[in-house]
């Protein structure tokens, strides 16, 4: 069964600093992709970044990074230079190869997610 | 713009009532899903369709029904049968080419469904 456990209820960050919001992952699948979505109070899921667990390099999206680190099972986003607009929750999901048919293969699995507010 | 739409934005359901929500996407993704999320957590998976004419049931499909005529719609209907169904409802779609771990989904702007 795959897990995802994000430990940071909510985050504070002044503007135009970084901010690291922190997410850990539990699977036995060697292959495994690692999503992180924003949603803001509106309600829509806004995708962010992904990473894939055979990608050798930290994936980038302008502002957006994530530091995978495999081995701690770990990929926590990092949002540099926060702006006032990224206030929001952050949800970190997972999603594994599992097989065709079966009730998890469509599946994201998500964590509780980190509610984030940026100070003026 | 491609997109994923959902509508209604809010909806009321008196108890014993079956109501449908609606999901559109023009984004020639053949994968679609349909998202529960209740307060202060994620989201749980209740059905979802790789394929025109073809569905299966996520974690939580009971006291739910889903139809996929068309490629671009993937319509939701709660019945009577679920228990508790007040919560945020989303749509995803995904291209559902190549492996799973690599197909990102996106979502639509979601659809409250309070029971009164």
């Known amino acids: 069964a795959q897990k995802i456990t994000q430990t940071q209820p909510g985050m504070f960050v002044q503007e135009k600093e970084a901010v690291t919001l922190d997410c850990t992952y539990d699977?036995?699948?060697?292959?495994?992709?690692l999503f992180w979505y924003k949603q803001p109070s509106s309600g829509e899921m806004i995708f962010l970044i992904y990473?894939?667990?055979?990608?050798?390099q930290n994936a980038t999206e302008g502002r957006y990074s994530l530091n995978f680190q495999k081995a701690r099972k770990s990929a926590n986003l990092v949002i540099s230079a926060s702006q006032l607009g990224d206030s929001a929750m952050y949800f970190c999901?997972?999603?594994?190869?599992?097989?065709?048919?079966?009730?998890?293969?469509?599946?994201?699995?998500f964590g509780q997610g980190t509610i984030l507010t940026v100070h003026p | 713009d491609g997109g994923i739409t959902q509508s209604p934005k809010y909806l009321f359901r008196k108890e014993g009532q079956n109501v449908t929500l609606s999901c559109e996407q023009n984004?020639?993704?053949?994968?679609m899903y349909w998202y529960r999320q209740d307060p202060g957590q994620g989201l749980r998976l209740i059905y979802y369709?790789?394929?025109?004419?073809?569905?299966q049931k996520g974690d939580i499909a009971e006291g739910y029904s889903v139809s996929r005529e068309k490629k671009e719609s993937f319509p939701l209907t709660v019945t009577s049968a679920q228990k508790n169904p007040t919560a945020f409802y989303l749509c995803?779609?995904?291209?559902?080419?190549?492996?799973?771990?690599?197909?990102?989904?996106?979502f639509g702007p979601g659809t409250r469904l309070t029971v009164l």
């Open positions: 369709s790789q394929i025109v004419n073809d569905f």
């Open positions: 984004l020639n993704h053949d994968a």
């Open positions: 999901a997972m999603r594994g190869p599992t097989n065709a048919g079966g009730t998890s293969y469509g599946k994201l699995t």
């Open positions: 699977t036995s699948d060697p292959s495994y992709g």
């Open positions: 995803a779609s995904s291209t559902g080419r190549g492996p799973p771990h690599t197909d990102t989904q996106y």
């Open positions: 990473q894939g667990s055979y990608d050798q």
